[in-house]
């Protein structure tokens, strides 16, 4: 036993990300009997939680596999449904509209992903939309799904996809799991953070009825005003909202109206862009705006306007500066969730930074002599997450040919990261793209955003020139035709989860 072990660790934070840190870390100190290690997560009674993010990605599979929860409790208890992918609307030019799918396109050639191919006979022209061959895209198309399966045909098994659940169920979710498993909820709000002397570590937490609550490591997840990373460690922001220039959302959910697709939709409006997000028991929308091009008034009125269904709440408007915290570890406090950043709900990507801010802290667990080189190498890898996710988001606004609002002229005009300025050039050149490391978005990620933002390359791959065209044509063909007709036999969306994990309507237990 080492004792220099870890004693007890508060999460200040009962939102999302609070408790999505507790549950993992609840199972882990359970299992060491010999070193027992305290959780307490405090919640305000008084602070609400941001109380949106309901669109994920698909590595939320491994955080909820990690924890061993039943795929199906878990859809009915936080009245989730299935997601492919995003469609974007309006993006790339007024009328036109992309898929981004989960997951590959159809199988390889002379490995070399089969859009490369496409590419080069697409320049030819004739051919129908690369979305042909990536089988979550068609799913989309025909409104079906099933999950992917050993025994699917291999031309259209390399699909994935994520689930859309109401957040503040799937928090109350996870927190009757931690708590389960020994976490303790402590209510009260903090009003007094306690530093060491010598060093400016937190000590202590006081609430505002007195109680002071101690630890060896604290985990921030208080939310945008980061209580203990920023207003008591003082540690610094990184703006980027010259390069992700909204800065508002105004959100309302709405009754179900239509069928139930398994999709996210974004559509882009003048100074910003909608979310329509479908749940078993009712549609989460928002609009995403900068506040520099459109008022607030103005756009709620976009978004009432743009509802499938009957309000059933009064709009609410959320203000946030898309950036990360200099550093999301500081001294003995590692900040997880909004309090470590944000970058804006695009692409769904929030809820999956706070999954790694908790596997990296479960890779660089501290001992409580807190080394400065484990803290610097876990503030590298989220820096690494964060840039490589603003990237990805910023190639949306940035590659558009969108001249009909200031707000667009804007965002086709602004210079981007270097990062994302030599990727944007390599694929405008012959059509490459590139996956940097561990990075969430894949090549085929990329890809899609890239062709569906319409982002021409100059040229083509020169190694395709290794299958005559002939053989391409016949193999793209054949693959396609597999892949529309293994979606078209599939179960709709809704079928599926009637069938296998129906939530009981709201208010039944
Ligand atoms: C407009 C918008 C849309 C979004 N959409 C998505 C999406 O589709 N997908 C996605 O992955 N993410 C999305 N997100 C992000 C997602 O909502 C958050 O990442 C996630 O909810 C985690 O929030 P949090 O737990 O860090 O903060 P919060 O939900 O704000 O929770 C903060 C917690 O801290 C507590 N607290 C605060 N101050 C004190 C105090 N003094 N004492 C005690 N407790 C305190 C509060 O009570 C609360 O429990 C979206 C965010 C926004 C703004």
């Not at 992918?85 to 509209?97: K, T």
């Not at 159809?106 to 990536?134: C, F, K, T, V």
Request: some cysteine; hydrophobic content about 40%; charged content about 20%.
């Amino acid at each position: 036993m080492n004792d220099k072990n870890i004693r007890k660790i508060v999460i200040v934070g009962g939102g999302t990300a609070g408790w999505m840190a507790a549950a993992p870390l609840a199972l882990l100190m359970q299992r060491r009997n010999a070193s027992p290690c305290e959780i307490v997560v405090i919640e305000s009674p008084e602070i609400g939680t941001i109380g949106v993010g309901e669109a994920t990605l698909p590595t939320i599979r491994f955080y909820n596999s990690s924890l061993g929860l039943d795929g199906a409790d878990f859809i009915k208890r936080t009245q989730a449904s299935f997601k492919l992918g995003i469609e974007f609307r309006d993006w790339g030019r007024l009328g036109h509209s992309f898929f981004h799918g989960f997951g590959d396109f159809g199988p390889r050639i002379e490995n070399r992903s089969p859009l490369m191919y496409w590419q080069r006979l697409q320049r030819a022209g004739g051919m129908p939309s690369y979305e042909d061959w990536s089988t979550a895209t068609m799913m989309a198309r025909a409104n079906a799904f099933v999950p992917p399966t050993a025994e699917a045909n291999p031309l259209a098994s390399s699909y994935s996809y994520a689930f859309h659940f109401d957040a503040s169920l799937y928090a109350l979710y996870l927190r009757n799991y931690a708590e389960a498993r020994g976490a303790v909820r402590v209510e009260g709000t903090v009003v007094d953070v306690e530093q060491r002397p010598e060093d400016g570590f937190v000590a202590a937490v006081r609430l505002k009825d007195g109680r002071r609550i101690d630890g060896d490591l604290f985990i921030d997840c208080s939310g945008f005003r980061g209580l203990l990373i920023e207003e008591a460690l003082g540690t610094g922001y990184e703006d980027w909202s010259h390069w992700l220039p909204c800065d508002r959302a105004v959100a309302v959910p709405c009754a179900c109206a239509q069928e139930l697709v398994p999709y996210t939709r974004a559509t882009a409006r003048e100074s910003g862009w909608q979310w329509r997000i479908p749940l078993q028991h009712r549609i989460g929308n928002g609009h995403v705006f900068c506040s520099r091009f459109i008022s607030e008034d103005e756009a709620t009125s976009v978004l009432m306007r743009n509802l499938d269904g009957e309000p059933m709440a009064e709009p609410r408007t959320l203000r946030f500066k898309t950036g990360r915290r200099s550093k999301a570890w500081n001294r003995n406090v590692v900040s997880i969730g909004l309090a470590s950043g944000f970058i804006e709900p695009l692409e769904s990507t929030s809820i999956h930074l706070v999954q790694m801010g908790i596997a990296h802290l479960l890779t660089y667990f501290p001992s409580r002599g807190f080394d400065p080189v484990v803290t610097d190498e876990y503030n590298r890898m989220m820096r690494n997450e964060f840039e490589w996710v603003r990237d990805f988001v910023v190639l949306h606004y940035k590659a558009t040919e969108r001249t009909d609002s200031p707000f667009w002229n804007h965002c086709r005009e602004m210079s981007v990261p270097p990062t994302l300025q030599a990727r944007m050039n390599l694929f405008k050149a012959d059509g490459r793209v590139f996956r940097e490391g561990e990075e969430l978005f894949t090549k085929p990620s990329w890809l899609q955003v890239m062709h569906g933002q319409r982002l021409n390359p100059a040229s083509y791959h020169p190694l395709t020139d290794v299958v005559s065209e002939e053989e391409i044509a016949k193999f793209l063909d054949e693959v396609a035709g597999v892949i529309g007709a293994c979606a078209n036999a599939m179960p709709t969306h809704a079928r599926y989860i009637a069938d296998h994990c129906a939530a009981a309507p709201v208010g039944v237990a």
